[in-house]
C-alpha cells in the first residue's frame, strides 16, 4: 500500500506561481512513476504531467507545457508540480498519483494509487 498526501493548493491571481507538493509513504522503496492530474467543476479528471522513478523523464499536457514543471525528490518520497504563469482554466482540484510500473501513463485507469487532491483556484 502507498499513501499520497497532495498539499501547497490555494488562491491565487492569474499570472502567479503555486508549487504542489506529494508526499508519499508505506511502500515507496519500489521504482514507481507519478502522475499528475486535475479535475475541473464538470469536467473530466485529466493528466497534467509525469515523471519517472530517477526523475529523467517527464512529460506533460499540450495545456500546461512551458507552464509546469514535474520533479521529486525521492529522498524526500515527495513529488512537486511547479505552476507558472497560472490561468483561470488551471483552476481545478489537482491530485497526484502512483503506477508501479517501469513506462509512464497519461490514463488515469493505470495508476494505482492516489491522493485526496488539493484545490487550485486562479482568479482573474
Known amino acids: 500500500q502507498v499513501q499520497l498526501v497532495e498539499s501547497g493548493g490555494g488562491l491565487v491571481q492569474a499570472g502567479g506561481s503555486l508549487r504542489l507538493s506529494c508526499a508519499a509513504s508505506?511502500?515507496?522503496?519500489?521504482?514507481?512513476?507519478m502522475g499528475w492530474f486535475r479535475q475541473a467543476p464538470g469536467k473530466e479528471r485529466e493528466f497534467v504531467g509525469a515523471?519517472?522513478?530517477?526523475?529523467?523523464?517527464?512529460y506533460s499536457a499540450d495545456s500546461v507545457k512551458g507552464r509546469f514543471t514535474v520533479s521529486r525528490d525521492n529522498a524526500k518520497n515527495t513529488v512537486y508540480l511547479q505552476m507558472n504563469s497560472l490561468k483561470p482554466e488551471d483552476t481545478a482540484v489537482y491530485y497526484c498519483?502512483?503506477?508501479?510500473?517501469?513506462?509512464?501513463?497519461?490514463?488515469?485507469?493505470?495508476?494505482?494509487?492516489w491522493g485526496q487532491g488539493t484545490q487550485v483556484t486562479v482568479s482573474s
Open positions: 498519483a502512483a503506477r508501479f510500473k517501469r513506462s509512464g501513463s497519461r490514463e488515469e485507469s493505470d495508476y494505482d494509487y
Open positions: 508505506g511502500r515507496t522503496g519500489i521504482n514507481y512513476y
Open positions: 515523471i519517472n522513478w530517477s526523475g529523467s523523464s517527464t
